[in-house]
């Protein structure tokens, strides 16, 4: 008689596990400031506190003297993520356990926002990622734009990022950060 190990389960694909590796929110960063989970229909509103983020989502902790505080979300439910900082996302409740919660972002947009030097208005494109590696970030457009000198991405979680092109091929680029220079 032979046992067979079969996993509880299925991993993601190779490319989907790129532009969903968790990192963990650093106490200083603007992500670790406090955030309201808020239901369309509903008034009430859930202040909780991001502690991972991945390009597909985020975990949070609902800040509530209640180790269940989650019982009131529903997996698959949609919520309105507000951050302090003024930006906001449409998320569904991917997972719940005690207190925390697995957010998925709805509609990921990826921006690439050039500056204008002429107006002063900087201007935005939507891309799609294709994927990470790294701090490289893959991206494609349906209408390239002019890249040139440094210029920033926005990131699906609302990170924005001081970027430069690496190499572009066959309609894919790759995006580096741009690291300042050092005189010695």
């Given at each position: 008689?032979?046992?067979?190990?079969?996993?509880?389960?299925?991993?993601?694909?190779?490319r989907q596990q790129?532009?969903?590796?968790?990192?963990?929110?650093?106490?200083?960063?603007?992500?670790?400031?406090?955030?309201?989970?808020?239901?369309?229909?509903?008034?009430?509103?859930?202040?909780?506190?991001?502690?991972?983020?991945?390009?597909?989502?985020?975990?949070?902790?609902?800040?509530?003297?209640?180790?269940?505080?989650?019982?009131?979300?529903?997996?698959?439910?949609?919520?309105?993520?507000?951050?302090?900082?003024?930006?906001?996302?449409?998320?569904?409740?991917?997972?719940?356990?005690?207190?925390?919660?697995?957010?998925?972002?709805?509609?990921?947009?990826?921006?690439?926002?050039?500056?204008?030097?002429?107006?002063?208005?900087?201007?935005?494109?939507?891309?799609?990622?294709?994927?990470?590696?790294?701090?490289?970030?893959?991206?494609?457009?349906?209408?390239?734009?002019?890249?040139?000198?440094?210029?920033?991405?926005?990131?699906?979680?609302?990170?924005?990022?001081?970027?430069?092109?690496?190499?572009?091929?066959?309609?894919?680029?790759?995006?580096?950060?741009?690291?300042?220079?050092?005189?010695?």
């Amino acid at each position: 008689m032979t046992f067979r190990a079969t996993p509880l389960t299925t991993p993601p694909p190779a490319r989907q596990q790129h532009l969903t590796q968790q990192r963990k929110v650093e106490t200083g960063s603007y992500l670790a400031q406090r955030t309201i989970l808020r239901t369309s229909d509903h008034p009430r509103q859930h202040k909780c506190r991001i502690t991972d983020c991945s390009l597909a989502g985020y975990s949070a902790v609902i800040l509530s003297p209640f180790p269940d505080a989650a019982r009131h979300f529903e997996i698959g439910q949609e919520l309105h993520l507000e951050h302090a900082d003024g930006w906001e996302r449409i998320v569904t409740v991917h997972a719940t356990e005690g207190n925390k919660l697995e957010l998925r972002i709805l509609n990921p947009v990826t921006k690439v926002i050039l500056p204008n030097g002429e107006t002063g208005i900087p201007n935005c494109h939507e891309c799609a990622l294709l994927g990470t590696h790294g701090e490289l970030y893959r991206v494609t457009f349906e209408e390239e734009p002019e890249l040139f000198g440094a210029f920033q991405l926005e990131l699906p979680t609302g990170e924005t990022v001081k970027v430069q092109v690496r190499w572009a091929r066959h309609g894919e680029i790759c995006l580096q950060p741009v690291t300042p220079y050092r005189r010695l």
